[in-house]
């Protein structure tokens, strides 16, 4: 069974973004509540928290979007649409990636670009031309990748470079 079609959500992004996360296509919890990373053991807030020295995951969902912006952070993923049964990225079928050429043309200011997970790395390295921004590949946020939180911090602190003038 290849479930049926999921959107994925709109950008959160300012023309003067330094630092772009992508992620795949947000899972159920997500889409249902219309909000990035809704899973409440989803780490991606303590995560990007950590990178931008602010307790993004204390706010209210709001909040951490205004604080995202403010910091120079955008985020979006790399797949508009795809039909899934669940929220793994195993079990996308008929993938429609976004355009993020085009995307990352409109932010003039963009150093480098996190992929959380293989799979967002994967489709957008294959989008992205690598000589003209910094990117990397970071161990997913998710719970359903079993690494310790405090490993993935390691990990995703080095995106904090991008967002140093």
């Known amino acids: 069974m290849t479930g049926e079609r999921k959107h994925g959500l709109p950008a959160v992004a ?3 973004a330094r630092l772009l996360i992508l992620g795949s296509l947000p899972g159920e919890a997500s889409l249902r509540e219309q909000r990035y990373y809704a899973h409440p053991r989803n780490g991606f807030w303590s995560l990007l928290g950590s990178v931008v020295g602010e307790p993004l995951a204390s706010l209210d969902y709001e909040q951490r979007l ?6 120079r952070v955008a985020l979006w993923d790399v797949i508009d649409s795809a039909r899934r049964s669940g929220s793994l990225d ?3 079928r008929e993938v429609e990636p976004r355009d993020l050429a085009a995307f990352v043309a409109t932010l ?5 670009v996190g992929f959380n997970g293989a799979a967002a790395a994967r489709l957008g390295r294959r989008a992205l031309d690598p000589g003209t921004l910094r990117l990397i590949d970071l ?4 719970p359903a990748h079993t690494l310790p939180l405090a490993t993935k911090a ?3 602190s080095v995106l904090a470079s991008a ?3």
Request: aromatic content about 4%; hydrophobic content about 35%.
């Open 14 to 16: 300012r023309a003067d």
């Open 139 to 142: 161990p997913s946020s998710s």
């Open 154 to 156: 390691e990990r995703w």
């Open 108 to 112: 003039p200011d963009l150093r480098a």
């Open 163 to 165: 967002l140093v003038d």
């Open 66 to 71: 205004e604080r995202l912006v403010e910091r």
């Open 90 to 92: 195993q079990s996308m």
